[in-house]
């Protein structure tokens, strides 16, 4: 178990739709990064927090955003979903954000399927 | 643009036989860190490589760096069923702060 809580474990949606995603970091952590896994991506970097702000962004579609809350935990918000975002979400957690922060730890994952 | 670019994407081999997995990176780094996925689940954290030439091993699993060559193996002794799994590699630079860039996962199952 690696202290990083996601929920919902498993959602299922359709077209258009609007889903959120959570995630309560490690105890102590301030980072909080979103990737995605599909089949013909991999693991892609969307987004990550530290404490509360925006601090990197990747390849996170305008229809997806987030936020960390003052009690660091974190929402992922996906709309006007489509087939293509079925996928695993997975939020990681980290003590910092530089270069010499250590490891990220990672949940479990949130596999959306859109119908 | 980091390209991190794992060989082979699929690896099959019998219990009890060695192999390696290779993990290439196109930019300097000296942090370089493997995960392990089983189907479905959640990646898991095997090793962290911080510095060029650096040798890390649990049971059957031994990781090095090469960061010259921007180059890591995971190399694995003797394997044993359990460690079918995908295995992932994944570089932090510099520039990038603490994010990682992930390669494309090698799944490996081992026969008995």
């Known amino acids: 178990d690696s202290g990083v809580t996601q929920t919902p474990k498993h959602l299922i949606t359709a077209t258009g739709q609007r889903v959120t995603l959570r995630c309560s970091p490690r105890?102590?952590?301030?980072?909080v990064y979103w990737y995605q896994q599909s089949l013909d991506q991999g693991l892609q970097f969307l987004i990550q927090y530290y404490n509360g702000e925006e601090r990197a962004k990747g390849n996170i579609l305008e229809r997806f955003s987030a936020q960390q809350f003052p009690d660091l935990h974190s929402e992922l918000n996906l709309s006007s979903l489509e087939l293509g975002d079925s996928a695993l979400y997975f939020c990681a957690s980290s003590a910092g954000t530089g270069f010499y922060t250590g490891e990220l730890f990672f949940g479990e994952g949130s596999r959306l399927t859109v119908l | 643009e980091l390209k991190v670019e794992q060989n082979p994407l699929f690896l099959s081999m019998q219990e009890g036989k060695n192999y390696t997995i290779y993990c290439n990176y196109s930019?300097?780094?000296?942090?370089l860190y493997w995960y392990r996925q089983d189907p479905g689940k959640s990646l898991e954290s095997l090793f962290v490589l911080l510095s060029n030439g650096a040798v890390k091993q649990e049971g059957r699993l031994m990781a090095s760096l090469d960061t010259k060559a921007r180059l890591s193996t995971l190399h694995i002794t003797a394997a044993v069923h359990d460690l079918s799994a995908t295995y992932f590699c994944?570089?932090?630079?510099?520039?990038?702060?603490?994010?990682?860039?992930f390669g494309e996962g090698t799944q490996l199952t081992v026969n008995p």
């Open positions: 105890s102590g952590d301030l980072s």
């Open positions: 994944a570089v932090k630079l510099v520039t990038s702060g603490s994010r990682l860039t």
């Open positions: 930019t300097t780094s000296d942090r």
